[in-house]
């Protein structure tokens, strides 16, 4: 009596063998892939580097177009400006608009502060820092305004007994997405 052999069992080492062997088929294949795709273009027959071509002004305005080589007309402290005004109308408008004036106002009044103080601080880190900007000085500065952020944030529930979360945290949002509008209008 014949008998159909058994599929191997799950974890099994001819199962392990089987998937083994497939593993280092699609390694094999991606080899090649990458081999070809890659290092043919990024090396020369001495296996060198080839040399990056940096674009000329030319090439670049027609990659890119004329208006986006041309500076930003906007500085990290007219941003600041820009968030200070943000700020003073939200709160104003919350003060006129909300059910209590004073707690919506300086509600509203808080929150956007809580954005603009660390970024005023970080604006002003850049511009003394204008001769010799570096990624590691963006990086740290970019830490010290979140952990600001977030130090102001918990200052202003513990101090303030009468915040209204509403206000404070539309005005922040609000103050906050003004670097969106600085960059529309570049």
Known sequence: MATDPKPPRAGSNTDRTE???????????RDDRDRDDWRD??????????????????D???LFG???LRPSRMTPGKVVVAQVAVTLLSAIGWA???PEAGPYGWSALFG??????????????LWLARDRASIGGLVIGEAIK???TVALFVLVVVLYRDLRWVPMLVTFL???????VALAIR
């Open 146 to 148: 979140v952990m600001a």
């Open 19 to 29: 998937r083994t062997s497939e593993r280092q088929g699609d390694e094999h294949r």
């Open 112 to 125: 956007g502060a809580v954005c603009c103080v660390p970024s005023a601080f970080f604006a002003f880190r």
């Open 96 to 98: 006129l608009f909300g």
């Open 66 to 68: 004329e208006r986006a």
């Open 41 to 58: 273009d990024a090396f020369d027959d001495d296996g060198q580097a080839a040399p990056i071509q940096p674009l000329t002004h030319d």
């Open 60 to 62: 670049a305005v027609s």
């Open 174 to 180: 609000l103050a906050l997405k003004t670097y969106w």
